[in-house]
T-cell receptor, first 110, second 117 residues
Framework: SQQGEEDPQALSIQEGENATMNCSYK?????LQWYRQNSGRGLVHLIL?????REKHSGRLRVTLDTSKKSSSLLITASRAADTASYFC??????????FGKGTRLHILP | GAVVSQHPSRVICKSGTSVKIECRSL??????MFWYRQFPKQSLMLMAT?????????EQGVEKDKFLINHASLTLSTLTVTSAHPEDSSFYIC?????????????FGSGTRLTVV
């Protein structure tokens, strides 16, 4: 399969709680990116983490990368209703292809 | 920042007709562009890599005669869905790769929703 795996596939949490999504991949990478996609819309780039970085923050987002385990996590703190969307990790592979994981559908409950 | 314009955003066509989708890098040159396909509630699947001035490289299982890709200039790649069928209905997204010296980045278009009736 050309895709990585993400878990959970779907996640529902109460507004204000933290949401954690995980991503695993198979091949060596240059960097890993996380994107958000609202239903039926295009992609919004959230954050990029390079293969030599272990953690990165951007506002309420925190991304970790463990290249030894070939995995990454995205944490959204203090979730809001507007965070409801699908979240995808995308690996920038050594063959210059961007390959997407299967995604996590996040639903923030009011 | 870098902008990629994808057009049209939505298109409805009849079975058997062909549809062309354009992907333009507006403020940078893109020697490489990528085409993805996304079915409802699924992820983006890479269809092909488009290189300026050469033939596209298709992923396994993607019919190159059905999905024609042309990358004739450094700012434009087109995807033509030929003899479209209802099962080709999907969301198609392009991405352009910008290279500046040792730095490079990817910018995605806003997608095209194709409905074949």
């Amino acid at each position: 399969s050309q895709q990585g795996e993400e878990d959970p596939q779907a996640l529902s949490i109460q507004e204000g709680e933290n949401a954690t999504m995980n991503c695993s991949y198979k091949t060596s990478i240059n960097n890993l990116q996380w994107y958000r996609q609202n239903s039926g819309r295009g992609l919004v780039h959230l954050i990029l983490i390079r293969s030599n970085e272990r953690e990165k923050h951007s506002g309420r987002l925190r991304v970790t990368l463990d290249t030894s385990k070939k995995s990454s996590s995205l944490l959204i703190t203090a979730s809001r209703a507007a965070d409801t969307a699908s979240y995808f990790c995308a690996t920038d592979r050594r063959d210059d292809k961007i390959i997407f994981g299967k995604g996590t559908r996040l639903h923030i409950l009011p | 920042g870098a902008v990629v314009s994808q057009h049209p955003s939505r298109v409805i066509c009849k079975s058997g007709t062909s549809v062309k989708i354009e992907c333009r890098s507006l403020d940078f040159q893109a020697t490489t562009m990528f085409w993805y396909r996304q079915f409802p509630k699924q992820s983006l699947m890479l269809m092909a890599t488009s290189n300026e001035g050469s033939k596209a490289t298709y992923e396994q299982g993607v019919e190159k005669d059905k999905f024609l890709i042309n990358h004739a200039s450094l700012t434009l790649s087109t995807l033509t869905v030929t003899s479209a069928h209802p099962e080709d209905s999907s969301f198609y997204i392009c991405s352009a790769r910008e290279v500046r010296g040792k730095w490079y980045g990817y910018t995605f278009g806003s997608g095209t929703r194709l409905t074949v009736v």
